[in-house]
C-alpha cells in the first residue's frame, strides 16, 4: 500500500520561511516524479512544483518561481520542498503527489496523494 506523508507545515510571518518534506511508501520511489500542490480555502487545488524521477527536471509555477525549490533524496524516498519569502497568499493545504512518468503539473495526472499539511502565512 503506497503511503505518502507530508511534514513541516506551520504559522509563519510573511517573508519567513518553511521546508515540507513528504515521505513516500509502499512504491519504487525513483521510478515516480513527485509533485506539489496546495489548495486555499475555498479555491481549487493548483500545481505548485514538479520533479522528474531522477531529480534532473523541475517545474514551478509562476506564483511560487524564485521563492519556493523542490528536490528529492531518492535513497531516503523522500520530496522537498524548500518555501522562501513567503507570502500571505501562500496560505494554503499543500499536498504531496506521486505519478508514473514525467514530471507533470497536471494533477489528474497524479498516482497517489498524501493527506496535506497546512501552511499558513501571516501578514
Known amino acids: 500500500q503506497v503511503h505518502l506523508v507530508e511534514s513541516g507545515g506551520g504559522l509563519v510571518q510573511a517573508g519567513g520561511s518553511l521546508r515540507l518534506s513528504c515521505a513516500a511508501s509502499?512504491?519504487?520511489?525513483?521510478?515516480?516524479?513527485m509533485g506539489w500542490f496546495r489548495q486555499a480555502p475555498g479555491k481549487e487545488r493548483e500545481f505548485v512544483a514538479t520533479?522528474?524521477?531522477?531529480?534532473?527536471?523541475?517545474y514551478y509555477a509562476d506564483s511560487v518561481k524564485g521563492r519556493f525549490t523542490i528536490s528529492r533524496d531518492n535513497a531516503k524516498n523522500t520530496v522537498y520542498l524548500q518555501m522562501n519569502s513567503l507570502k500571505p497568499e501562500d496560505t494554503a493545504v499543500y499536498y504531496c503527489?506521486?505519478?508514473?512518468?514525467?514530471?507533470?503539473?497536471?494533477?489528474?495526472?497524479?498516482?497517489?496523494w498524501g493527506q496535506g499539511t497546512q501552511v499558513t502565512v501571516s501578514s
Open positions: 520533479v522528474n524521477a531522477s531529480g534532473g527536471t523541475k
Open positions: 503527489a506521486a505519478v508514473r512518468g514525467p514530471a507533470n503539473s497536471w494533477s489528474r495526472r497524479y498516482d497517489y
Open positions: 509502499g512504491l519504487t520511489f525513483r521510478n515516480f516524479a
